[in-house]
């Protein structure tokens, strides 16, 4: 009889205020993803990262995807000891890749959980009825040290919901539709031109992360007519057997066309290749960025995510293997922009929030730039974005729209954030990670789903924003800019963003939050960036390459 361990890491406990609905269907059909170590060492890889960072980016020497898969992807033999497993529990193998470090396992409930037991239960929240977990996960005592993580068993759903005003049937941009996505990139100064060549995303790919709804082209075609730009290549990937599906207005949709049609405005002759996987908790999610980061058809070189939840509600071997795939990512290149979310430190719609201070994954990571929330003032000035209602289940949305941000709980003050004197966390009293790294305006922006216009916004519109503006710099300089956050707190003193000081994320009367102030803060970061100053910095015209104190 096998003998079983804990796998580190996986403890897990339901979502608060969940009731009991009842045991799990033993005969469902399921799936499970397993990760496991790297062949190479993680650790020098992620310091590797760190050190070329540092460098200017013409000089910095990326990983091909082939040589990352021959130095970090799976030992095949590894992945063969999974499947051993597997068909002792008559399951099948329906993925496998040794890039990834993946393998997807198919069959029924109770099969799954016979190889890898774990206390599964079926609970009703407000934010709907899914698949958790108790405690820790199981694993056959020959994989101990090998499997780094199992997702699948917690269907827990991700959320990002864009803020919208009324959809209306048609009109264009402008008045109370909102505006292209162009108006900011020119707010925010983002380069047109570098010697000669005009910028406009040629050569780049863009990766886009979804988690349900979908895109019709139609409605693309009709945008970008509308606000005078030529219609980009949009390719959609399934992942997981998720795919482009698109409804009604109110839906997903509105998060899929919202980030289309931000960067596709702004990098219109970029690839954009639009990753579809299912909102089943971390499996779905990790399943599709890591798709896109091993990519090695697409071959992304900015990847946008505007999906998210609480760091506290994703156990430490989901931080972990999220981490993983970042500092893969970065040692390829690869930029990975993050919405910072849409409900200040709740990090919780009205209806599910727990009464506590979070801050969102995968956004609080320290290899991805995390993109935070402003709104233009009457002065025409950038100020923290905060509608000023509190939360509210009773009005459309909830209430308590504000800018997400906040001191992490399980990542330490990263060194690029040394001098940017990050306040400790309201929740622990601790120093951590402090998000985001940079702020734009998160309202007012034309969109078009479903066939019916309107704005909408949110830090999901300022993910695929600075996605567009990492591909214009990628153009501009005929490399990948990367890992971006160590130059930019670097170079503040070289003009590359503008002071945000206004503002507050704390929901009105309901959560309490961060100021805004002279410097890094927990609600702008480092400030907006100015796009061709960075442009600048980057191509050495910037006499200084030292750290400066933000």
């Not at 719609?349 to 727990?354: E, Q």
Request: contains cysteine; aromatic residues 6%; negative net charge.
């Amino acid at each position: 009889m096998a003998t079983y361990v804990p796998l580190p890491g996986s403890r897990r406990v339901p979502l608060l205020n969940s009731r009991p609905a009842g045991p799990v269907n033993l005969k469902e059909t399921a799936s499970l993803t397993i990760r496991v170590r790297s062949g190479g060492d993680m650790a020098a890889l992620r310091k590797l990262v760190y050190e070329q960072a540092a460098l200017p980016p013409e000089k910095r020497q990326y990983l091909t995807r082939e040589d990352l898969a021959k130095q970090q992807g799976a030992r095949p033999a590894d992945l063969d000891l999974i499947e051993q497993v597997a068909q002792k529990h008559d399951l099948m193998v329906v993925y496998r890749s040794e890039a990834e470090r993946s393998i997807v396992l198919k069959g029924q409930l109770g099969d799954l959980l016979d190889a890898f037991p774990a206390d599964v239960q079926m609970f009703h929240h407000s934010s709907g009825t899914y698949r958790g977990r108790h405690g820790e996960i199981q694993i056959p005592q020959s994989l101990e040290g090998i499997v780094t993580g199992i997702f699948g068993y917690d269907t827990r759903p991700k959320h990002r919901a864009p803020h919208r005003r009324k959809l209306l049937a048609a009109a264009g941009p402008g008045g109370g539709n909102g505006v292209a996505a162009t108006d900011f990139a020119k707010r925010y100064n983002f380069p047109t031109q570098f010697q000669g060549a005009k910028l406009d995303g040629t050569g780049q790919t863009i990766a886009i992360v979804e988690l349900g709804g979908g895109f019709r082209t139609s409605d693309l075609k009709v945008f970008f007519q509308e606000i005078g730009v030529p219609l980009p290549s949009v390719t959609s990937v399934s992942v997981d057997r998720a795919g482009n599906a698109p409804t009604t207005a109110d839906s997903a949709d509105g998060e899929v066309m919202l980030d289309i049609e931000v960067a596709g405005a702004v990098a219109p002759k970029a690839n954009f290749a639009v990753y579809f996987a299912p909102n089943n908790g971390d499996q779905g999610f990790i399943d599709a960025i890591n798709a896109a980061v091993h990519d090695a058809q697409r071959k992304p070189s900015v990847i946008s995510i505007s999906w998210g939840g609480p760091e506290d509600t994703t156990d430490q071997q989901g931080v972990n293997n999220f981490h993983d795939i970042f500092t893969a990512a970065a040692a390829m290149g690869v930029t990975i922009c993050v919405a910072a979310g849409d409900h200040g430190t709740a990090d919780m719609d009205a209806s599910s929030w727990d009464q506590k201070i979070h801050v969102d994954h995968p956004s609080v990571d320290d290899l991805v730039l995390s993109c935070g929330g402003t709104q233009v003032d009457a002065g025409g000035n950038d100020v923290v974005w905060n509608d000023g209602t509190p939360f509210d289940t009773s009005v459309p949305g909830g209430g308590g729209w504000a800018g997400g941000g906040g001191v992490s709980v399980m990542f330490p003050v990263p060194s690029y954030q040394a001098n940017a004197k990050v306040p400790v966390s309201l929740d622990t009293g601790k120093p951590g990670r402090g998000v985001p790294d940079i702020a734009m305006s998160a309202t007012n922006y034309f969109t078009r789903v479903d066939r019916s216009e309107g704005a909408s916004g949110g830090t999901s519109a300022v993910a695929p924003l600075m996605s567009a503006l990492v591909a214009l710099l990628n153009q501009a300089i005929k490399k990948n800019v990367g890992f971006l956050n160590p130059l930019l707190y670097a170079n503040v003193a070289n003009g590359v963003t503008h002071d945000v000081t206004q503002g507050t994320n704390a929901i009105t009367n309901t959560v309490k939050g961060y100021n805004a102030g002279p410097g890094w803060d927990a609600c702008t970061g480092l400030g907006t960036p100015d796009g061709t100053a960075i442009l600048n910095v980057m191509h050495g015209q910037s006499t200084s390459k030292t750290a400066s104190k933000p």
